[in-house]
């Protein structure tokens, strides 16, 4: 086989990082030995489902969550369906969501296919007005909360936990973007994480039910070992994304340390550097691997084409680059500049120098692209 | 002096992607004096957010988002350095 074809120029780990090394062996040896249907009582069967079980035990472990509170989904979009969707088919309250107008689109898609959608505004920072929040709450039909525990697009943390709900009103957190990054908030009745985000196998989601949740299935159930779940598991890739989990909690402190300050890098060189530049998010209380920053009179996918050439693979919110031809709901929220956007997250193995080189090769390509209409 | 509320400049960008009606608001900033309105007709669904961010980061003042004569919506801003 050949290398990874990441090269050090892969500043896109939001959107999927390459697998874990541990996982990439873990999946190796699993997938000969994790074949068979673990609800069978023969001997393969059996080795799926202890497969299957070891898998839970280490999720719950890494998350220091109970190991039945653990669903594996084919993704962590599907968590987030099935998490949001479940608390608001178990509420007694109504079908109303109360969430942040920074939410992912998959939370947004979720409320607008079954549930009404009661958005609350963003500061400056991304970060939501949690008064707001409670408010709204508060009001008649009001089924559940739905808050990120960090923006997947700015990169700030919420305060999920640190505002409170009346006991009847469950709180849903989508966990995608800090998942094995940032120890879960507490605070919550059901939560949602991505497998490929952390170093495991894309196809892996993970739905977090505390145990007392009021949590209904919103769509057809199924006969598996998990009540949960539907469809057969892909027990090697979910042992391999535990298995991710497991070595990226035991590294986040060192990992963390690191790409925080490497980003306070990135921060600075990019706001000194390239003139009319906006680098938005909390400066501090975000995730340690994320920074977004957008450059008047730039056009975004010009700008990420540019910087492919050279070698650099990262995210753009700009309207230009999305599939739907509209500005990123998130910068939109938080009123900055949604033209020229380009969003850096850091792989794992990141390094200063590739920072540096990043840095280098900026102010010229936005030069270059604000020449071509004589800016 | 023009009445403080009347555009002297409406530029139409219309039919233009992001981040043209940004860019050409750029350009003629110049065109008008200091104090009066410049306005901008863009159907770019990224303009009500980037014209009120360009003011805000160039220093300019945003006065309000309207409609061009044809319904078009239309974005205006003060001149203030």
Sequence with gaps: MTAAPTGPGDLDAASSTPLHPTARDVLLAALDRGYADPRRLHRAGREARLLLDNAREATADALGVRPDEVTFTPTGTHAVHLGLLGLVRGSRRGDGVVHSAVEHSAVRHAVAWGARSVEVGVMGDGRVHDGDLVENALTPGTGVVALQTANHEVGTLQDVGDFELPDEIPLFTDACASMGRLPLPPGWAAAAGSAHKWGGPAGVGVLLVRKRARWRNPFPGDDRVDERSTGFENVPAVLAAAASLQAVVAEREEVNARQHELVDVLRHRVAAEVPDVEVVGDPDRRLPHLVTFSCLYVDGEALVTELDRRGFGVASGSACTASTLTPSNVLEAMGVLTHGNVRLSLQRDTSRADVDAFCDVLPGVVAEIRSRVGL | ?81
Excluded at chain 2, 1 to 19: F, G, I, Q
Excluded at chain 2, 32 to 55: F, Q, S
């Design chain 2, 1 to 81: 002096m023009s009445a403080p509320d009347r555009v002297a400049l409406e530029l139409d960008c219309r039919d233009v992607p992001c981040p043209m009606p940004v860019i050409e608001l750029a350009r003629h900033l110049g065109d008008v004096e200091l104090g009066e309105l410049l306005a901008v007709v863009a159907r770019d669904p990224a303009a009500v957010v980037d014209v009120p961010a360009w003011c805000r980061m160039k220093g300019q003042e945003y006065v309000r988002a309207d409609t061009a004569d044809d319904g078009a919506p239309r974005y205006v801003v003060r001149r203030v350095t």
